[in-house]
């Protein structure tokens, strides 16, 4: 900070589970369980998107994820998440596939979304078009197979539109609909700054620094928000 002329950006504070829980009722159910996961590991995005079953060692009670590819990885520093049984509940429905393949697919999503479509279709299939038979082309994108840490964090922000509606005269208004999206969408990243104040909160930074995978307490320190309670406790009974 101050060593250039570039702008500064502000810190990344961590979302509330209120907020989290509002906006997760607009994602697929595929992605609420990647915000869920993510949530109870402390992870970076790009290590979510990135989960194979052929990561994880269940040998255990509790699962070692090991990760060849992280941010520290060109350092020579090794990264493993650690699952427990809430995190093991969610990953156990993404485990029947091939060692090699991403654990969350936008396809799988995309064509689960269309089964619960024909499901809850009213007109008979004999009545009408069939799924597919009315299209003139194949669009221009079609779903991958694997998420990126970019459409993981679109479809975040488009729940969050979806949970906290703006009204109309905002969106009409460049600089009121800026303002607006920066206080009501939510970020990846912050799900890890909130997993990492709350284990600082409870266990200490050692714990929070050891979870989130991090060689000094001085990078824990930018992602655990400090327990103001304590130094408001100390602040009464001393300051």
Wanted: glycine fraction near 6%.
């Amino acid at each position: 900070r101050g060593r250039t002329d570039a702008r500064e950006t502000g810190p990344i504070l961590p979302v509330s589970d209120d907020v989290v829980a509002k906006t997760i009722k607009y994602l697929p159910p595929t992605l609420a369980d990647m915000v869920k996961l993510q949530r109870l590991l402390g992870c970076r995005p790009g290590e979510l998107v990135n989960l194979k079953p052929g990561m994880i060692d269940r040998s255990e009670s509790v699962w070692k994820i090991i990760l060849s590819e992280h941010k520290t990885a060109h350092h020579g520093k090794s990264r493993i998440l650690y699952a427990g049984p809430p995190s093991q509940a969610i990953l156990m429905k993404y485990l029947l596939r091939a060692s090699d393949a991403p654990c969350f697919s936008p396809r799988e999503v995309c064509e689960a979304q269309l089964r619960d479509r024909e499901a809850r279709r009213k007109t008979p299939p004999s009545y009408g078009n069939r799924r597919g038979t009315n299209r003139v082309r194949k669009p221009k994108r079609q779903p991958g197979e694997q998420y990126t840490r970019h459409s993981y964090a679109r479809a975040i922000e488009r729940a969050c539109d979806m949970a906290f509606p703006a009204p109309q005269e905002v969106k009409d208004d460049p600089i009121q609909w800026k303002a607006w999206k920066s206080r009501h969408r939510w970020t990846p990243n912050q799900l890890r700054h909130a997993r990492a104040t709350e284990i600082r909160k409870q266990y200490g930074i050692e714990s929070a620094s050891s979870v989130l995978g991090h060689s000094q307490l001085s990078t824990t320190e930018i992602y655990a928000e400090q327990d103001a309670e304590r130094a408001i406790a100390v602040a009464k009974a001393t300051g």
